[in-house]
């Protein structure tokens, strides 16, 4: 065994994220400091937060000490176990997912890049079918307990800002929410899942009675594409366009008009 692996297994690998995470380099900080200044267009101070995914917390770190309610649901109990370490009583963290009812789901993991752990089916078939996704094994399944959008709203107030980052499972935790709130980001992926994410858009413009706006940002960006946000039928004609299908992944934002 290398000398990595070794300190691997002695370790595990949460206490090795969790010793880098105070070790970090100047592009991470920088990193950090630009979705703070992301997100403040969306977060104040003493509003409410929804981290749909939190996975280990990248859209957390930014906001930890900026006196906004975090509420992190993350499936995971890896994760919630590195949340919870890093964190402590600073933010809420719910060990479950999200979708269109309260009930009990199958949850993929993928052990060997469980950021690409999901409970869509479809959507690992479809990114394995693709090639994007060739390497990684989905070899584990677990049985989660879900909540919805309407019963985190019931418990925790309205939120200013959620962001779902659910790996196909997006149009599920929309389901899961029959009234507007202020913004939201929703992860694509692209071309595989066209037809989804349009599923998305058209529900939350019903949703919101076409009184919405969007914009997204490529990959893992924080800078918006669209010089200015698009009303739904602009949307919809971006999504369809080559452009955007060539972004391959990235988060589209949806706010109230």
């Known amino acids: 065994m290398n000398i ?50 939190a996975n280990y917390g990248n859209r957390i770190e930014p906001l930890i000490n900026e006196n906004i ?22 933010i809420t963290i719910l060990q479950n997912g999200v979708g ?13 890049a469980n950021i690409l752990s999901s409970f869509s089916k479809d959507w690992i078939n479809s990114t394995k079918e693709s090639g994007r996704f060739k390497n990684i094994i989905w070899n584990e399944t677990r049985e989660i307990e879900m909540v919805t959008l309407d019963y985190l709203i019931s418990k925790f107030g ?46 939350l413009n019903t949703l919101y009675n076409s009184n919405i706006m969007f914009n997204y940002c490529k990959t893992e960006f924080t800078e918006f594409s669209l010089s200015h946000w698009v009303n739904y039928n602009d949307m919809i004609e971006e999504v369809n366009s080559t452009a955007f299908l060539n972004t391959k992944f990235g988060d589209v934002y949806v706010k109230l008009n």
């Open 4 to 53: 990595k692996n070794l300190v691997k297994s002695l370790l595990g690998i949460n206490n090795i994220k969790f010793i880098k995470s105070w070790f970090r380099s100047s592009k991470e900080k920088k990193l950090i400091k630009k979705r703070k200044e992301f997100y403040s267009q969306f977060l104040i101070p003493n509003s409410v937060f929804f981290d749909i995914g």
């Open 100 to 112: 269109e009812k309260i009930e009990t789901k199958l949850l993929y993991i993928s052990t060997n």
């Open 69 to 90: 309610k975090i509420i992190a649901v993350e499936p995971q109990e890896e994760c919630v176990r590195f949340l919870k370490k890093k964190y402590g009583n600073k």
């Open 158 to 203: 309205s939120p200013s800002f959620i962001k779902i980052d659910v790996e196909g499972f997006e149009l599920e935790v929309l389901k899961g929410l029959t009234q507007s709130v202020k913004s939201l980001s929703l992860e694509y992926t692209v071309p595989e899942r066209k037809d989804a994410l349009l599923d998305c858009l058209c529900y």
